[in-house]
């Protein structure tokens, strides 16, 4: 089995959950189509560099990033620093030509992603960017109904996702607070709704209103909750709502579909069911056989894909971590991509949805 060595840069909260992916790979894929190694762990400071080094087996604590991404033994960059951080060494990962897997959104602005995109010309390696929320298994579930004509032509759609992090005025402010640090509730987890969504119901093509809410006392502040109503390629219309002034909320993301034969409903608190309506059985006598059904996706992955723990076994938030990194390892040893998995091209594109809002709001 070949071995590739890899170079985490950033160890924060997310960064550790990509550590802990890597090391957990093997129990959720064997065989595994190549063997992870983490060399390197990257952060700002010696100490906490040096800690999270002591999670690893032998990965070396390093502050400066590009030593890393020089190294020729170096196989994958994986990027977890905060998102105004990720231009330079993007760039320099792309032109050593690395595989790269890197969190969302993987760009600043607009252009920050004009200058990057030419790159991907000539680009060799891999890529791929942590849109985890598609790996659930009652998410590709949901896409292999939707392909399959299910639910028919679509014609709306709503969508929500919802934290609480931002309630308390007293809690001081991190770089997601900031809008030089490109933090804000559109790019920390609007991102990630835009991208599921435009997966399974665009492509997204217009945005007709947005609207923003943020500290009017405070202009460095990013935006905390926002609406936005989008159409698509088809026609179809939807309202999308991400915040994190949402009381009682955890990290509660919901997509409802609505087509002309049925609807599907996804919640991310709830991954083990994908919620299927057949608007094609009868509504009578009594309601007839027509209803919302449960489908206990699990852990059903298709063959050969993760298949661990049980099919039927509750699932995490992780879980859809350790997918989208086996995927990634797959294309690797594969040379290429196989399926649709979310490259840095697919990054690129969800910056410009982001940006065809902030230019709306403008």
Known sequence: MKTVKIAILGVGAIGKVHLYAYQTLPFYLNPLPVKPEIKYVVNSRP???????????????????????????????????????????????????????????????AAEADEIEPLLTNYRGISQVTFHTRFFASAMKMKEIIEAGKIGDILEFRGSYLQNSHVDPTRPSRWKNLKAAGG?????????????TDWLAGPLTETFFFDASSDPQNSERAEDSIVMLWKTQNGAIGSLHVSKMAHGTENDMTLEIFGRRGALRFT??????????????????????????RIPVGNRYS????????????????????????????????????????????????????????????
């Open 268 to 293: 991310l608190d709830s991954p083990h069911y994908l919620e299927y309506f057949d608007g094609q059985k009868s509504t009578s006598p009594f309601g007839g056989e027509s209803g919302w059904i």
């Open 47 to 109: 100490e906490t560099a040096a800690e999270a080094a002591s999670l690893t087996d032998r990965a070396i604590p390093l502050t400066d990033w590009n030593v890393a991404i020089q190294d020729p033994e170096i196989d994958v960059v994986n990027i977890c620093l905060p998102n105004h951080l990720h231009f330079p060494v993007l760039k320099a990962a792309i032109l050593a030509n690395k595989n790269i897997y890197c969190e969302k959104p993987i760009l600043l602005n």
């Open 184 to 196: 804000g509730a559109l790019t920390d987890i609007g991102s990630h709704l835009l991208d599921f």
């Open 303 to 362: 063959v050969p894909d993760t298949d661990f723990p049980a099919a039927k076994s509750g699932i995490g938030w992780v879980r859809a971590h350790c997918t989208s990194m086996a995927h990634f390892l797959q294309n690797i040893a594969a040379g290429k991509i196989l399926n649709d998995e979310p490259d840095l091209r697919r990054g690129i594109y969800v910056q410009r949805l982001m940006e065809k809002c902030r230019k709306f709001d403008a």
